[in-house]
């Protein structure tokens, strides 16, 4: 972003540790329900007692984690856009950036919808199921890709209501759609016998309910009043900066997902043992990002509300706070791990093989989340910032450190790979760390002194 104007004022924004964990703990809890919606259908399809109808909820659950989470740039780049017209005090701007991802949303979402013959057509060969269970898939598919334009404007509503701050509404509308979701899901499957087309209408009416229920906070939140000049709304410039601080994040995700998607690659390779072994052990690493994630949260409302306040104080201290709070959170984590992770991983598989592998390469799951606590922070401060281009970039430069470090490491084997993807973390949160340094001066409009 810009400087501001050399006479822009300095607005006060609070952050206190209090501010950063209020903001942080109801998101950490949202991001602990996202795998609810795959457990419910899981599980009320088992009650069938159809291996196929269970591999296709399976199967389904990972295509649409890959195609939505590609498009997570949406609550995002919104989250990131809101915090600073509510730095600068900008009510009519807040309404503006809302109704701009909506658009994005409807527009991205019916895409998706229209190529839905050439997403099916190119997905499930690849994912290599039994003609039953390819069949079975392809019913879910057919149904839950018009949820598509709703589970996009879910995350722009969501990336809204975290840049204005307000997390805890943002966690009762994910327990809302995961509650309609569980009560239709048993209705549709087991009450009306609809089988896996009941689990797939019930995940997208609960996408469309949660639609319907966050268009009402944010009219709420605005009196009723969410009218926003058409110009102002596809303003060219304001547009233009929108779309490209989304394609930078988008870019950046997939560069993340290529990233895991090449170490469960490089696990297969070495073995079903090897494979299932990293499998639950990358569940470990996946479950403290959820609750670095909640602290990233905090970074990026109280980063882009201080941006959009041109005070560099607030910033500096919200930095710094968010900072502090996730490394303790992922020393804690990484202590659990050490001396509980035996414990987990007994409860997660029985096979002897793969515990004792496990337990083989438990230390090095143990200390991702300390690897990856900058890179969890900064990812928040930058999308706050909205330094996309240079979170895109360091992203670039740390993928290349991984796939540089697994080369030399390949004589290592496993132990080589999970060295690389520690690399990875640590280049990651190095390198946003020190370009922060960079990129802070220009940020902000004159010289400010004054305690945050």
């Given at each position: 972003m810009p400087a501001a104007s050399i006479d822009a004022p300095i607005r006060p924004v609070p952050v206190s540790h209090r501010i950063v964990i209020g903001i942080a703990a109801p998101m950490t809890l949202a991001h602990l329900s996202t795998p609810?919606?795959?457990?419910?259908?899981?599980?009320?399809?088992?009650?069938?007692?159809?291996?196929?109808?269970?591999?296709?909820?399976?199967?389904?659950?990972l295509l649409f984690d890959f195609l939505f989470w590609g498009f997570g740039f949406l609550r995002m780049g919104t989250a990131g856009l809101t915090a600073q017209a509510v730095g600068a005090d900008d009510r009519l701007e807040q309404r503006a950036v809302f109704l701009r991802a909506l658009v994005m949303a409807a527009v991205l979402g019916l895409a998706m919808v229209a190529l839905q013959r050439a997403i099916a057509a190119v997905a499930f060969p690849l994912l290599g199921a039994s003609p039953e269970v390819t069949h079975a898939a392809e019913i879910y598919f057919a149904i839950r890709i018009w949820s598509?334009?709703?589970a996009f404007a879910n995350y722009a509503v969501l990336g809204w209501l975290i840049g204005l701050g307000r997390t805890t509404t943002g966690l009762l509308l994910q327990i809302g759609i995961n509650v309609v979701n569980i009560l239709l899901c048993i209705l549709f499957t087991l009450g009306m016998g609809w089988g896996v087309a009941g689990t797939a209408w019930a995940t997208t009416l609960a996408e469309t309910t949660g639609v319907v229920a966050g268009l009402a906070v944010v009219v709420a939140h605005f009196g009723g009043n969410l009218g926003v000049p058409r110009s102002l709304v596809f303003d060219r410039a304001k547009f233009v900066r929108m779309i490209a601080i989304n394609r930078d994040i988008m870019l950046r995700t997939f560069a993340l997902l290529a990233a895991f998607v090449f170490f469960g690659r490089q696990g297969a390779l070495a073995g079903d043992v090897t494979l299932a072994?990293?499998?639950?052990?990358?569940?470990f690493f996946l479950v403290g990002g959820y609750f670095l994630d909640g602290i990233a949260t905090a970074a990026e409302q109280l980063s882009g509300r201080s941006i959009g306040a041109n005070n560099r104080p607030s910033f500096e201290k919200a930095v710094r706070y968010s900072v502090i709070w996730s490394l303790g959170l992922a020393i804690g984590m990484s202590a659990v791990l050490f001396a509980a992770g035996g414990a987990f991983i007994d409860f997660m598989t029985t096979s002897a093989s793969v515990r004792?592998?496990?337990?083989?390469?438990?230390?090095?799951a143990a200390v991702t989340p300390i690897a990856g606590a900058l890179a969890?922070?900064?990812?928040?401060?930058?999308?706050?910032?909205t330094w996309n281009a240079a979170m895109?970039?360091?992203?670039?430069?740390?993928?290349?450190?991984?796939?540089?470090?697994?080369?030399?490491?390949?004589p290592l084997g496993n132990h080589g790979l999970w060295l690389a993807l520690i690399g990875f973390l640590v280049a990651r949160g190095a390198g946003q760390g020190l370009a922060y340094f960079r990129l802070l001066p220009?940020?902000?409009?004159?010289?400010?002194?004054?305690a945050a």
């Open positions: 609810l919606l795959g457990l419910v259908d899981t599980a009320v399809i088992g009650q069938i007692g159809s291996e196929a109808l269970l591999g296709a909820v399976a199967l389904n659950a598509a334009p709703f072994a990293n499998a639950i052990l990358n569940n004792e592998l496990a337990r083989q390469f438990l230390p090095y969890f922070t900064f990812d928040g401060v930058y999308v706050g910032a895109r970039n360091l992203m670039a430069v740390a993928l290349a450190c991984y796939f540089g470090l697994w080369w030399l490491l390949q220009g940020s902000f409009s004159g010289i400010q002194t004054k």
